[in-house]
């Protein structure tokens, strides 16, 4: 079993002014090429054998949520536990570069990670959601989703939706559920303005979206995995506020380096991507 690291070379995830621009208007941006076609296979490789359950690191991701049915999405959480390589790819300094400057925050940490493999002609509708509505701990909004596409992303295939330009109108209610027949979309004030967009990317291609970003997905109707791994960051500003339950409050807990409510995260649960630290 080999591991593979990801190599680091600023000017490649240098973004333009206009770009972070953009992003705070719209309130995602797409990376093309962040990942190679031979990085990619290793990730898939990786993934595979944490679904078998194969961890190179000796333990289990923090949670994985197994198919029930042959159509059911399986979700793992923190992979970066579990496999090496898999910590290498979502912890690798380029998200943390690309999430910097999109949220123009001094440092980057890991919130969670998720390994999501949405099977052909199979998953579930994915209702309109904001991510930072799920992750209240996190008392400021300083955080981004990066989102690897692990293969090509075709209309078909159930990609992402995004309302573009929705992180300008705050938080709103969590939807009863996350599943359901029918993308539910929100009702938007009638002078607000946006479009959807669909995130048709190639595989080693990454989407970043703000945390107050209204967006969903379709069911796979392609012949082919839709898979995709992403990486829950945060801004190392960001301070824990205890109150909504989560994964991470109680895995947190657990470790004796832990935060107190109104302190900066930190500790083993949430590893630092940016800046990079001299070895």
């Known amino acids: 079993m080999s591991t593979t690291v990801f190599p680091f070379?600023?000017?490649?995830?240098?973004?333009t002014a206009e770009q972070i621009a953009l992003f705070g208007e719209r309130g995602y941006h797409i990376q093309h090429g962040v990942f190679s076609d031979a990085e990619i296979a290793a990730i898939n490789a990786a993934a595979d054998r944490v679904i078998a359950g194969e961890y190179d690191k000796g333990q289990p991701p923090d949670c994985r949520m197994d198919r029930m049915e042959p159509v059911d999405l399986i979700k793992l959480d923190n992979t970066w536990k579990a496999d090496t390589?898999?910590?290498n790819a979502v912890l690798t300094p380029r998200l943390g570069h690309l999430a910097a400057q999109l949220i123009q925050a001094p440092g980057i940490?890991?919130?969670?990670d998720q390994l999501?493999?949405?099977?052909?002609?199979?998953?579930?509708?994915?209702?309109?959601h904001q991510d930072w509505a799920y992750w209240q701990m996190i008392k400021e909004c300083e955080t981004v989703t990066c989102w690897i596409a692990l293969d090509d992303v075709l209309p078909e295939s159930g990609p992402m939706v995004?309302?573009?330009?929705?992180?300008?109108?705050?938080?709103?209610?969590?939807?009863m559920g996350i599943t359901g027949n029918d993308a539910q979309k929100p009702t938007l004030p009638a002078d607000f303005k946006t479009r959807e967009v669909p995130v048709i990317i190639p595989k080693g291609s990454v989407s970043f979206h703000h945390g107050l970003l209204l967006h969903?997905?379709?069911?796979?109707?392609?012949?082919?995995r839709r898979r995709a791994l992403v990486s829950?960051?945060?801004?190392?500003?960001?301070?824990?506020?205890?109150?909504q339950d989560h994964m991470n409050n109680w895995k947190m807990q657990e470790q004796p380096d832990c935060p107190l409510p109104g302190e900066k995260f930190h500790g083993p649960q949430f590893p630092p991507m940016w800046p990079v630290r001299a070895a």
Request: net charge positive; hydrophobic share 30%.
């Open 232 to 243: 829950h960051v945060m801004s190392t500003e960001c301070t824990y506020r205890p109150g």
């Open 162 to 175: 995004f309302l573009e330009g929705t992180q300008k109108l705050g938080i709103w209610t969590l939807p």
């Open 109 to 112: 940490r890991m919130w969670h």
């Open 216 to 224: 969903g997905s379709d069911r796979n109707f392609s012949a082919t």
């Open 85 to 87: 390589t898999m910590a």
């Open 116 to 128: 999501l493999d949405k099977p052909a002609h199979g998953g579930r509708v994915v209702t309109y």
């Open 9 to 15: 070379d600023p000017a490649r995830t240098t973004l």
